[in-house]
């Protein structure tokens, strides 16, 4: 089982500015991310990193596997069933002592990331076509003899008679020349066919060594074409990888949350936890927001040994207790901020980040609701100067965690949620101030037919009663009236929620493929979650088939009125009517 991968999608800002996203999930692992990016190469190099990854971890999980069933086997045969428990036992304590050094693991590697390693140079993999099999050239025949006078055949029969009769004797030479002559006459005849035949011999022979230079030329240029196409892409991607970096060393801000994002993707955890993390980078304070999906309790390994019982040819597993469990768990977690924090400031060779602001956030089950929850257990703000200065070889994690002013309860295996001391920026210039429409709608409220800008409001009064169970919020933008970013939502679930882009069109006519692109290449350049795009009209299929298997979701007349109908108001829609009003005016 190997790493899978989507179609690269490639869509434009409003300014014709290109960004591309890739899907890629593992199914063996089930892990599934979203790779995107402004460089296709970087998206590209960062895809190819990631699958190397989760291919070297399942290489990892199926030689693992293999080893057990290799030991079954073993077991079955030999009946080596201690074995076969120390083995597991031993397996148990490597686990348990990688969640105690999950922090020293990374203090013996150096974070920053090789731009050459990222580089492709290995050489074109396919060997040149070899020469052409050599043709057997053909085995000549053997000719036909030419009669000879000499010949006996050809010598006139001469008797005691011919000397007496000269006639006789004349006779009898004529005869002997006539056989020559037809002798003769037929050689000719054969070797005509003869010589035909070895032509068209020779000839077949030369143009199958004619074809098959051909072919070998074919071939070879074929080959030399990609060889000549793999060389330039490969140059191509090194070259945005160099430009990526230089990037980078000018202090681009995306280019650091492009570099920030691969350093944490390359740090190596236990296959169960989650390594699933936003960055949000503010230039002007230099700060970095990391919301770092955390392992859950359940994440964590508590067999601490394995015995084999001989009475019931069973194994028994030993556990740590719940007191080891949680003590466990809860340095587990204060590990992993500070090794999030070393990894992102070592590796900062520019010293573009003068401050870290580390969330974790923990999915798990609220056994109350039997329903999953994400909280924010703990958050730090940790300065360059003052974490450099720590000696983390040394520290007590709780401890230096606590030292560094950070938030969490006392017990984070409780799973109680604290606030996070900065959360993701939602500062946009182009908010304006909202104001209420459906209150004035009745049944006599035509919304194809209200001003554009009272639908984009109703659009956004719409969806924050939506959101606003869940402490959500939403915010429209100036009017542009450039088919661009009418409304955003803030969905404060950090894992199932985020940025939602919202555009509304009140439309009288079907609504085109065309606006379903634009909607798409927005949610790429905003770098949001999802988009939602509201009519009063109707899409047509193309507008359906595009939107299918993107996060996309596409609002009709139909589906707007009941929306309104859920929270409590009424209006109508007729399009005939509205472009009625339309030419009237």
């Not at 999980?61 to 030991?71: G, I, K, L």
């Not at 993999?125 to 000499?150: H, I, K, N, W, Y």
């Not at 098959?212 to 990609?226: D, Y």
């Not at 209200?450 to 109703?458: N, R």
Request: proline share 5%.
């Amino acid at each position: 089982m190997k790493t899978n991968t989507g179609q690269v999608q490639t869509t434009y800002s409003a300014r014709g500015v290109p960004s591309y996203s890739v899907e890629i999930w593992h199914d063996g692992l089930n892990k599934h991310r979203l790779i995107k990016g402004s460089d296709l190469a970087v998206v590209i190099s960062k895809l190819n990193i990631q699958a190397n990854d989760w291919d070297e971890r399942w290489a990892l999980v199926s030689a693992r596997n293999a080893q057990r069933e290799d030991r079954q086997y073993k077991k079955e045969q030999l009946l080596d069933k201690k074995a076969e428990a120390a083995s597991r036992t031993q397996e148990a304590i490597d686990e348990l002592a990688d969640i105690q050094g999950i922090l020293k693991h990374t203090l013996s590697v150096n974070d920053e990331i090789d731009w050459e390693r990222l580089k492709s140079v290995a050489p074109f993999s396919e060997p040149a076509p070899p020469p052409p099999r050599e043709v057997q050239a053909p085995t000549a025949a053997t000719a036909p003899v030419a009669p000879l006078a000499s010949d006996k055949e050809y010598q006139p029969t001469l008797g005691f008679l011919t000397f007496l009769f000269p006639a006789k004797k004349r006779r009898a030479i004529e005869a002997a020349e006539h056989r020559l002559a037809q002798a003769t006459a037929h050689w000719q005849s054969a070797m005509t066919s003869y010589a035909a035949r070895e032509a068209e011999r020779q000839r077949v022979y030369e143009e199958a060594v004619a074809a098959a230079k051909v072919r070998h030329a074919n071939l070879l240029e074929e080959w030399h074409v990609r060889r000549a196409d793999y060389l330039k892409m490969q140059k191509e991607n090194n070259d945005a990888i160099d430009a990526q970096r230089q990037a980078y060393l000018a202090g681009n801000p995306a280019s650091i949350v492009d570099y920030c994002d691969m350093v944490l993707s390359a740090s190596e955890y236990p296959e169960s936890f989650p390594q699933e993390f936003e960055l949000d980078y503010n230039p002007g304070t230099k700060t970095l927001i990391v919301d770092y999906k955390l392992p859950s309790p359940d994440h964590m390994p508590r067999i601490k040994a394995v015995k084999y019982v001989a009475s019931s040819d069973e194994f028994e597993e030993q556990y740590i207790t719940e007191a080891q469990a949680n003590k466990q768990y809860d340095d587990a977690l204060y590990q992993i901020c500070l090794r999030t924090i070393h990894e992102l400031y070592e590796a900062d060779v520019i010293s573009a980040i003068a401050a870290i602001v580390f969330n974790g956030l923990v999915t798990s089950i609220d056994r109350s609701m039997g329903k999953s929850v994400t909280a924010c257990l703990l958050s730090v703000h940790a300065t360059r100067p003052e974490f450099l200065g720590i000696n983390l070889d040394l520290v007590e994690p709780k401890q230096c965690f606590k030292s560094l002013k950070g938030v969490g309860s006392s017990k984070l295996h409780g799973l109680a949620p604290v606030p996070p001391i900065m959360a993701m920026s939602r500062d946009d210039a182009r908010f304006v101030a909202a104001y209420a429409v459906a209150d004035s709608l009745d049944h006599t409220s035509n919304l194809a037919a209200i001003s554009w800008e009272d639908f984009e409001h109703l659009i956004r009064e719409m969806f924050e009663k939506e959101f606003q169970s869940s402490g959500g919020e939403v915010k429209v933008t100036q009017a542009s009236r450039d088919g661009g970013v009418d409304a955003i939502a803030f969905d404060p679930d950090p894992i199932r929620g985020g940025k939602i882009v919202i555009q509304a069109k009140r439309y009288t006519s079907t609504v085109g493929v065309g606006a379903v692109r634009d909607l798409f290449g927005t949610v790429m350049n905003e770098g949001a979650n999802k988009g939602i795009l509201v009519t009063t009209s109707d899409y047509g299929p193309d507008s359906y088939a595009f939107a299918k298997g993107k996060p996309l979701q596409l609002l009709n007349g139909a589906n707007l009125l009941s929306l309104l109908e859920r929270h409590g108001f009424k209006a109508h829609i007729n399009l005939n009517e509205a472009r009625k009003i339309a030419k009237s005016v």
